[in-house]
């Protein structure tokens, strides 16, 4: 069951990312400042539960 869960719930999370990147990528200003905090946070997270 968990196997079967974890691709479904990954690629939600990365469709919203795709999103919100394709956002901030045309906000003024800052937007890649911010993506990057987003990509290392995310990274941080994933190491934390891996």
């Given at each position: 069951m968990e196997e079967i869960m974890k691709p479904r719930i990954i690629g939600i999370q990365n469709e919203d990312a795709f999103?919100?990147?394709d956002r901030l990528i045309n906000f003024p200003?800052?937007?890649w400042y911010v993506i990057t905090l987003i990509v290392l946070a995310a990274a941080f997270i994933?190491?934390?539960t891996v």
């Open positions: 999103i919100l990147v200003g800052y937007g994933f190491s934390q």
